[in-house]
């Protein structure tokens, strides 16, 4: 399983920190070239496998 997001960022800082907080179940990423109008985009493919262990672990901790 997989999920895709699609990400509209203004500044390279704000993409950089979605991507840093995304990182433990990060697949893939593609910035779009295209540099028109206000907002920029990029897509990230999150690995379904590795979120549902994120997820298993967080409760586990909170007992």
Do not use: C, F, H, W
Request: aromatic share 4%.
């Amino acid at each position: 399983m997989s999920v895709k997001i699609k990400i509209s960022y203004t500044t390279d800082k704000e993409l950089a920190g979605v991507i840093r907080l995304l990182s433990p179940v990060l697949g893939s990423k593609r910035v779009s070239k295209n540099r028109e109008g206000k907002y920029r985009k990029a897509y990230i493919g999150v690995d379904g496998e590795r979120l549902a262990m994120i997820g298993t672990e967080t409760q586990r901790s909170e007992k």
